[in-house]
């Protein structure tokens, strides 16, 4: 398991696609972080806050992830490396988790340098460490679960097709969906009670209660539920092809 885990890593860091992906996440974050004159600037904004990169980082994420996980499965399906893979002595869950945490140790790779943006604000801080680094670090654990949600989902979408583009389109849809449909139909078509029911069953209900600094049991238990089940899901994927 840990050889696949490590294959999976070179394979991405090897290729230039890799590089591609974390640089335009770097770089759109720093570009309406610091360059870009809108809502989201720090230097415009007058207070030394990360809210920003926490409200956009989400956003990058939807495409980012699905970039990075679009070949897990999907590439060994097209090149007929799958079935050699699953001859090995590793179950399929095995293979899968491999897979899944290379795949979240990317998102940690492509997170660490958004770390200057906080030493960033930190020195700008009137006086000098004047910012809430409670919900600074709660956001980056939220937002840390948020990607290895994202990441499961990938990784589930990889195993329906051998196209990577299809594979990608897949779990953008359904990353997007549940981390902003819920709030769509809480927004305009239900209210209330119900309403605020049916916004807890999306991702970005518990990603920003994280956010506030507030690591909620029910937050972790959530995030850890929907990766539960979509590896269960690309288990049962993968699993269908001996049916």
């Not at 335009?24 to 007058?46: A, Q, R, Y």
């Not at 992830?65 to 799958?82: C, H, N, V, W, Y």
């Not at 899901?233 to 092809?241: I, Q």
Request: charged share 10%; with cysteine; hydrophobic share 55%.
């Amino acid at each position: 398991m840990f050889t696949l885990f490590k294959k999976e890593i070179n394979g991405f860091l090897n290729s230039l696609i890799g590089y591609i992906v974390m640089i335009v996440f770097l770089l759109m974050t720093g570009l309406f972080l610091w360059v870009f004159p809108l809502e989201f600037n720090i230097l415009d904004f007058g207070f030394a806050s990360l809210d920003g990169l926490f409200i956009l980082a989400p956003f990058v994420f939807l495409f980012l992830i699905p970039a990075i996980t679009m070949r897990s499965f999907a590439d060994e399906k097209k090149s007929g490396t799958l079935e050699l893979l699953m001859t090995q002595p590793l179950t399929d869950l095995q293979v899968i988790m491999a897979k899944y945490f290379a795949g979240i140790v990317l998102v940690i790779i492509s997170l660490l340098p958004t770390l200057v943006y906080y030493g960033s604000v930190y020195l700008l801080g009137l006086p000098v460490g004047n910012l809430d680094s409670g919900s600074i670090w709660g956001s980056y654990l939220g937002l840390l679960f948020l990607g290895a949600s994202f990441v499961s989902i990938g990784i589930f979408a990889s195993s329906l097709t051998d196209n990577q583009i299809v594979s990608f389109i897949i779990a953008v849809f359904i990353c997007f969906f549940l981390y902003m449909g819920f709030e769509f139909i809480y927004n305009f078509i239900v209210s209330g009670k119900t309403g605020l029911i049916i916004q807890s069953l999306g991702l970005n209900a518990h990603y920003s209660s994280m956010s506030r600094g507030v690591i909620d049991s029910r937050d972790l238990i959530y995030f850890l539920s929907v990766t539960g089940l979509f590896v269960l899901l690309t288990k049962l994927s993968l699993e269908s092809r001996k049916w």
